[in-house]
T-cell receptor, first 118, second 115 residues
Framework: GAVVSQHPSRVICKSGTSVKIECRSLDFQATTMFWYRQFPKQSLMLMATSNEGSKATYEQGVEKDKFLINHASLTLSTLTVTSAHPEDSSFYIC??????????????FGNGTRLTVT | AQTVTQSQPEMSVQEAETVTLSCTYDTSESDYYLFWYKQPPSRQMILVIR??????QNATENRFSVNFQKAAKSFSLKISDSQLGDAAMYFCAYRSFYRDDKIIFGKGTRLHILP
């Protein structure tokens, strides 16, 4: 089945630094990737939708300048948390889909990244 | 805007018994998909079952089945013969039929399996 690889799985960084999280679709070309954030014991909150070759669409309340999303190719999207602060500590999950497989394979998730900002 | 509501934050079931998780949703669309995802402690999101709104027949996957009531906008998940490995967070989710649309998740139900 389709696989989405997310890296790193865990990262600890100091306040004020930037962190990049990668999301790769390994065996299919993802026309769209989604980035979610999950707080402990809560649901997944969509942060942004990224389509290959175009600017990401951010959900209301998500700071575009803080959470930079790049979808440069059909197999790679990156989320960069800029000038990280302790309140950015969370679990970030990416997911990917390809339209012509949307019915059979609606969405594939990465394993997530636990970000801790000290 | 679409919404997904799971009214049971936690549930418990005895091993080998049957449990039903509730989900309701709100939408003005006629074509859409509904999903149940499982998130075990590993945090990996696992697709349990999928239902296309245009299909009247309820989806089933081995021990997992749904009761899809389109008019009532209800989409419950039944787990039969519960196993210890079923313990997890379960999220009900909605996705528009249209291209590349996002999935909207409910708040989740934590399922405990009692040995």
């Amino acid at each position: 089945g389709a696989v989405v690889s997310q890296h790193p799985s865990r990262v600890i960084c100091k306040s004020g630094t930037s962190v990049k999280i990668e999301c790769r679709s390994l065996d299919f070309q993802a026309t769209t990737m989604f980035w979610y954030r999950q707080f402990p014991k809560q649901s997944l909150m969509l942060m942004a939708t990224s389509n290959e070759g175009s600017k990401a669409t951010y959900e209301q309340g998500v700071e575009k300048d803080k959470f930079l999303i790049n979808h440069a190719s059909l197999t790679l999207s990156t989320l960069t948390v800029t000038s990280a602060h302790p309140e950015d500590s969370s679990f970030y999950i990416c997911s990917a889909t390809r339209w012509d497989r949307a019915v059979d394979s609606p969405l594939h998730f990465g394993n997530g990244t636990r970000l801790t900002v000290t | 805007a679409q919404t997904v509501t799971q009214s049971q934050p936690e549930m418990s079931v005895q091993e080998a018994e049957t449990v039903t998780l509730s989900c309701t949703y709100d939408t003005s669309e006629s074509d859409y998909y509904l999903f149940w995802y499982k998130q075990p402690p590993s945090r990996q999101m696992i697709l349990v079952i999928r239902q296309e709104a245009y299909k009247q027949q309820n989806a089933t996957e081995n021990r997992f089945s749904v009761n899809f009531q389109k008019a009532a906008k209800s989409f419950s998940l039944k787990i039969s013969d519960s196993q210890l490995g079923d313990a997890a967070m379960y999220f009900c989710a909605y996705r528009s039929f249209y291209r590349d649309d996002k999935i909207i998740f409910g708040k989740g139900t934590r399922l405990h399996i009692l040995p």
